[in-house]
């Protein structure tokens, strides 16, 4: 069985920085595409970036150079490195397999973890 | 303002058929990418409903269906359950953003 689980949310002060981690079980996160998706409370789903299996990865305009998406193979756990963080990146972060596109939607996700980004 | 632009809410008694419209634009929908949809139950993590504009993955009813036309698509729920209110989401890639988009989310009510 496919299951995916965040964890490293929490409270954090603006400009601080926090590491979401998503471990997986029942498949092998360095063969798929892995992606992080997050939503603001009460608003929509806000794509934010993906790791492709050979490693390639995309990051939404919103937080490109502030956060890095990365994976260790051997824990079979993706991660986001989130820094500089702002007050609008307030939201539950989800981790889910697939890159949106084509035969690979988000196909599977994880119960999400909050982040919240408040003095 | 999402780039993909979907009703904020719909209704439907018990039984009845209700659609749900996703627009898009020449550089997403138009522009020939799939949209996939999601359904998220409240409180819980979104769950995928249909893929590749009209696809069921395993498990999901055949009262939910999906196609695309143009640079719109649409969901369709026929004989609605309780069980169906929750906030659907549809999804596609856009290529001038470079990104993939979500709909804004559309609030189903079965009344």
């Known amino acids: 069985e496919v299951q995916l689980v965040e964890s490293g949310g929490g409270l954090i002060q603006p400009g601080g920085s926090l590491r979401l981690s998503c471990a997986a079980s029942?498949?092998?996160?360095?063969?798929?595409?892995m992606s992080w998706v997050r939503q603001a409370p009460g608003k929509g789903l806000e794509w934010v970036s993906v790791i492709y299996s050979g490693g390639t990865i995309y990051y939404a305009d919103s937080v490109k150079g502030r956060f890095t998406i990365s994976r260790d193979n051997s824990k079979n756990t993706l991660y986001l490195q989130m820094n500089s963080l702002r007050a609008e990146d307030t939201a539950v972060y989800y981790c889910?397999?697939?890159?949106?596109?084509?035969?690979?939607?988000?196909?599977?996700w994880g119960q999400g973890t909050l982040v919240t980004v408040s003095s | 303002q999402s780039v993909l632009t979907q009703p904020p809410s719909v209704s439907g008694a018990p039984g009845q058929r209700v659609t749900i419209s996703c627009t898009g634009s020449?550089?997403?929908?138009?522009?020939?990418?799939?949209v996939h949809w999601y359904q998220q139950l409240p409180g819980t993590a979104p769950k995928l409903l249909i893929y590749?504009?009209?696809n069921r993955p395993s498990g999901v009813p055949d009262r939910f269906s999906g196609s695309k036309s143009g640079t719109s698509a649409s969901l369709a729920i026929t004989g609605l359950q309780a069980e169906d209110e929750a906030d659907y989401y549809c999804?596609?890639?856009?290529?001038?953003?470079?990104?993939?988009?979500f709909g804004g989310g559309t609030e189903l009510t079965v009344l």
């Open positions: 590749g504009n009209s």
């Open positions: 999804q596609s890639y856009d290529s001038s953003l470079s990104a993939v988009v």
């Open positions: 020449s550089s997403n929908i138009g522009a020939g990418y799939d």
């Open positions: 889910a397999r697939g890159n949106g596109l084509g035969a690979t939607p988000f196909d599977n």
């Open positions: 029942g498949f092998t996160v360095s063969s798929n595409y």
